[in-house]
């Protein structure tokens, strides 16, 4: 698993986003991020989950989040890749590592 952090208006404020880095870490997100973060993911294809710890999200932290999970996979030099998310709260764990259900319909967005 990693962590990036991302400074907010050049102050000591940051938004800190996870990323697993397999199918085990992807589901350890899960089980430790608050239900009001956010997860993010590739629309369509295998990849590692991101789990933003704000319980507000911004285009930034889509846009953020988007390019970890782009830059940390196979298909980092795909164009118009497209990623869903959602709150965790959302989400349902299967008996799969890795893999979620999503209880309600995730948000679109194109990279």
């Not at 990693?2 to 992807?26: H, M, T």
């Amino acid at each position: 698993m990693k962590e990036f952090k991302r400074i907010i208006d050049n102050s000591d404020n940051f938004v800190l986003y996870r990323l697993g880095q397999n199918a085990n870490d992807n589901h350890l997100l899960i089980d430790d991020a608050d239900k009001n973060d956010w997860w993010i993911h590739l629309n369509d294809y295998p990849s590692g989950h991101c789990i933003i710890e704000r319980t507000e999200i911004d285009k930034d932290d889509i846009i953020y989040a988007s390019n970890l999970i782009k830059e940390n996979s196979k298909y980092r030099n795909f164009k118009k890749l497209k990623f869903c998310y959602t709150q965790v709260k959302n989400l349902k764990k299967t008996k799969n590592p890795g893999e979620v259900i999503i209880l309600k319909k995730p948000e679109k967005f194109t990279l």
